[in-house]
């Protein structure tokens, strides 16, 4: 149970940085006049590496030997990212084109609602102990 609550805390933790970090780089991209969904997608694969590196090692404590395993480990937290980007920028078009949102508040929405889902998904089929 503790182990659980400190992974948690650890993913909020990456979380949070990643998301920093990607809505920085979102932000940027917004102000040189790139597209919101160019700017979402290019923040986002850089958030990604930045994930799965973090959560490999800082979060579910990967050791070096089980990241032998590596190709799979990524291939499948990719599948996992695209998914995610994909209802993302479906979720982004909805809430910016039919709410009216703000291109800059809605995808700390997003992230928010999919948090969760990033995080069971990671511990249970990515980064567990089998």
């Known amino acids: ?10 993913f909020i933790f990456v979380g949070s940085l990643n998301t920093g970090l990607t809505y920085i780089i979102y932000l940027l991209l917004l102000k040189i006049n790139l597209h919101y969904l160019f700017s979402f997608t290019i923040s986002w694969f850089v958030g990604f590496l930045f994930t799965f590196l973090m959560s490999a090692k800082f979060v579910f404590n990967t050791k070096l030997k089980e990241l032998a395993n590596i190709k799979k ?3 499948l937290f990719l599948i996992l990212s695209l998914a995610q ?5 479906l979720m982004l078009e909805v809430i910016i084109i ?4 703000n291109v800059k508040i809605a995808p700390l929405i997003i992230v928010a609602i999919l948090f969760i889902f990033k995080f069971v998904l990671s511990k249970l089929y990515i980064f567990n102990k089998k």
């Open 85 to 89: 980007l994909f209802i993302s920028i």
């Open 98 to 101: 039919y709410f009216d949102l």
């Open 1 to 10: 149970m503790l182990e659980i609550l400190k992974e948690k805390i650890k």
């Open 73 to 75: 480990k990524l291939f």
